[in-house]
């Protein structure tokens, strides 16, 4: 069985600007070369899913109306294989915080996570 190829997106730091939490419905600027590629794939029948901290609000979903942001879903596996976790299957995720393994050394994956989380 052939499922859809999912891209998820985080929305403060990557959609849209983020310089610190100022409320639920204070939305940054868009970040219009972010948005751009999520039209592309989206157009080539990837789906998109908005992975966020922030809450599916009708503030939210206006916003990514007004800026033309294309997506799928926002927070919801509801496009996951039956039986399988909560967490949204996707191919990929674009994040401001995430760190790429790709079976480096500990002290490599560790400095990677130290410059996102600032451990030392």
Do not use: C
Not at 86 to 96: F, L, N, W
């Amino acid at each position: 069985m052939a499922y859809d190829k999912w891209v998820a997106f985080d929305f403060d730091g990557v959609i849209a600007s983020y310089d610190g939490w100022k409320g639920f419905d204070v939305l940054g600027e868009p970040n219009h070369r972010v948005i751009a590629v999520m039209n592309i794939l989206h157009e080539k029948g990837i789906k998109i899913t908005i992975l966020t901290t922030r809450l599916d609000t009708p503030v939210v979903r206006q916003w990514l109306k007004d800026n033309k942001v294309p997506y799928d879903s926002i927070n919801s596996s509801a496009h996951n294989p039956p039986n399988t976790s909560q967490k949204p299957i996707y191919h990929v995720i674009v994040d401001d915080r995430a760190v790429n393994y790709h079976n480096q050394g500990a002290d490599h994956l560790l400095d990677e996570i130290d410059k996102i989380v600032k451990t030392v």
